[in-house]
């Protein structure tokens, strides 16, 4: 996958059933990406890249595309790919996954079971057990890789708000998070609008 050529938002949407693989010391966990969310940089005003913002703790969103950036958020790892060149402070936040290989010890990971146990952010980073060293690693060069031969093609995809982010103006109502349609492991769904997930995907 082309993560310095193309816009941001073409690379997050591309993303959508693509499989994402952790290697941990213990087994192999993997998930098909069901939920991302753009942000792009310099004018971006909920990115961390805004107005070129630099410091020790965002160091990885200005390397070269296909670097990933972890941050924390409420005690949670949060990941995102970086998507631009070098410098450029543009990046894919993966929201969420539809869980594939490791479920079991996914479910001892986060406690919790059924969809709530990867429809998050840091719930899926928690129930692959994926560490905070993950950040300033390179996709598929360690432990974290992504699979775009073995995916999956989302029925539709939704573009919205992003979760999270008040007051930030314009931004704050972009639709720059992108989801798989009626998938019920994306984040903040109601359970009226869930379908089968095997029903989502093409």
Do not use: C
């Amino acid at each position: 996958m082309d993560f310095i050529h193309r816009p941001t938002t073409e690379v997050a949407k591309d993303l959508l059933g693509v499989k994402l693989i952790y290697e941990s010391n213990q087994m192999t966990y993997t998930g098909y990406i069901v939920e991302t969310e753009a942000y792009l940089g310099f004018e971006d005003q909920a990115a961390h890249g805004y107005k070129g913002k630099q410091t020790p703790k965002v160091r990885s969103l200005y390397q070269l595309g296909g670097t990933i950036y972890g941050h924390m958020m409420h005690r949670y790892l949060l990941i995102n790919f970086v998507t631009q060149a070098k410098g450029v402070p543009e990046g894919v936040l993966i929201r969420a996954l539809e869980p594939e290989d490791g479920i079991e010890m996914m479910i001892q990971n986060r406690g919790k079971s059924g969809y709530e146990l990867t429809n998050g952010p840091g719930k899926f980073t928690t129930a692959m057990q994926i560490p905070r060293t993950i950040d300033g690693t390179r996709l598929n060069e360690g432990r974290l890789k992504i699979d775009t031969k073995n995916r999956k093609y989302p029925r539709n995809i939704v573009e919205s708000p992003r979760i999270g982010i008040p007051n930030k103006g314009q931004w704050t109502h972009k639709p720059l998070r992108y989801t798989v349609h009626g998938n019920p492991y994306v984040s903040h769904k109601r359970k009226r609008d869930y379908i089968h997930p095997d029903e989502t995907w093409k």
